[in-house]
Antibody, heavy 121, light 109 residues
Framework: QVQLVESGGGLVKPGGSLRLSCAASGFTFSDYYMSWIRQAPGKGLEWVSYISSSGSTIYYADSVKGRFTISRDNAKNSLYLQMNSLRAEDTAVYYC??????????????WGQGTLVTVSS | SYELTQPPSVSVSPGQTARITCSGDALPKQYAYWYQQKPGQAPVLVIYKDSERPSGIPERFSGSSSGTTVTLTISGVQAEDEADYYCQSADSSGTSHVVFGGGTKLTVL
């Protein structure tokens, strides 16, 4: 069965860095695009970043552009999110999600359980 | 930026029908997707491409589309359906590949 397991969250000071990982299993990881989606405490879902199956195409939300970097290692079935210059407003649960591209819009058929990132002094 | 609008809350009694709407200008051209999220859990896809139901999702969940509004309908609501529901789509210009609605809290009275 499809499993996505995030790790790497924790408490970090404003301006600090953190690297999230997502270990995928139960499917051919290299066949799917992946995304990071976050949810601030008590708030809704916010898409953060997308990476194509090969890693050649990447998109970011304006709120993280220039600070976050998404990457993947298909040999290790892993997805990553390098987060730099963290701000209090980046505090959220970060989910990795498997993407489906319909050719018109994208959606997410499997989600991990999430990892909490807290940015606070 | 493109927005999808949902009511903040919907309340129904057990056994009744709940309808949750999502409005957006691009919805006549783009499919909508619905996710259920229970407290402390990850979202789960319950409807894709406006009205398709993934395997394992109960038949009481259905989706429909009319113009700029899509609707998630839960027939014969059960206590276990109490959750937050999010619609998701994209704008038709290709600028925003993924947009989520603000979410609707479904309360089963």
């Amino acid at each position: 069965q499809v499993q996505l397991v995030e790790s790497g969250g924790g408490l970090v000071k404003p301006g600090g860095s953190l690297r999230l990982s997502c270990a995928a299993s139960g499917f051919t990881f290299s066949d799917y695009y992946m995304s990071w989606i976050r949810q601030a405490p008590g708030k809704g879902l916010e898409w953060v970043s997308y990476i194509s199956s090969s890693g050649s195409t990447i998109y970011y939300a304006d709120s993280v552009k220039g600070r976050f970097t998404i990457s993947r290692d298909n040999a290790k079935n892993s997805l990553y999110l390098q987060m730099n210059s963290l701000r209090a407003e980046d505090t959220a649960v970060y989910y990795c999600a498997r993407g489906v591209d319909t050719g018109r819009e994208d959606y997410f058929d499997y989600w991990g359980q999430g990892t909490l990132v807290t940015v606070s002094s | 930026s493109y927005e999808l609008t949902q009511p903040p809350s919907v309340s129904v009694s057990p056994g009744q029908t709940a309808r949750i709407t999502c409005s957006g200008d691009a919805l006549p051209k783009q499919y909508a997707y619905w996710y259920q999220q229970k407290p402390g859990q990850a979202p789960v896809l319950v409807i894709y491409k406006d009205s398709e139901r993934p395997s394992g999702i109960p038949e009481r969940f259905s989706g429909s589309s009319s113009g700029t509004t899509v609707t998630l309908t839960i027939s014969g609501v059960q206590a276990e359906d109490e959750a937050d529901y999010y619609c998701q789509s994209a704008d038709s210009s290709g600028t925003s590949h993924v947009v989520f609605g603000g979410g609707t809290k479904l309360t089963v009275l």
